[in-house]
């Protein structure tokens, strides 16, 4: 039995989507809103950090001009907004990137995003590591899970 073990393990780990094998950090929900081409979009997701600390140094994708990391705050009932150069991923914890919260600004979109469509994206980490991610563009947070397409580190 002991010898069938290595095996089966193995057996396992190469019947498992890429996503399940996608290394310490885990994109969940990836979503963005519909925009016009031309304009700025947003993107949205979970970054759960199964590994140790890490930080999300950059964002890029084929649709965008550029992606900026920015952080939404309310101070004195005045909503602002600043970018970020890194976002801190603390070990064995998670980051929201949110509507009203932390977002990736989609700045100078190459297309306009309609409902169902796909935006791959590159996320750069400080470790070295990157993730592909594909957001989905729709209304909201509540797109289906089936949608979590990504891969591990390149």
């Known amino acids: 039995m002991k010898a069938a073990l290595p095996v089966l393990a193995l057996l396992v780990a190469t019947a498992l989507p890429a996503s399940a094998l996608a290394g310490p950090v885990e994109a969940v929900q990836p979503w963005s809103r519909p925009a016009a081409a031309g304009t700025t979009g947003a993107g949205y997701l979970t970054l759960v950090n199964h590994g140790k600390a890490d930080a999300l140094v950059g964002v890029e994708t084929p ?34 990137f949110a509507p009203g919260g932390r977002h990736l600004m989609l700045i100078g979109l190459k297309r306009g995003l309609h409902a169902g469509d796909h935006l791959p994206a590159t996320l750069r980490f400080a470790s070295g590591a990157q993730l592909k991610v594909d957001f989905i563009v729709g209304t909201g947070a509540a797109e289906p899970m089936d949608h979590m397409h990504m891969s591990g580190p390149h």
């Open 63 to 96: 649709l965008a001009q550029k992606v900026e990391m920015h952080a939404s705050s309310m101070t004195g009932g005045v909503m602002r907004m600043a970018a970020e150069p890194q976002v801190p991923l603390p070990a064995g914890g998670a980051v929201a």
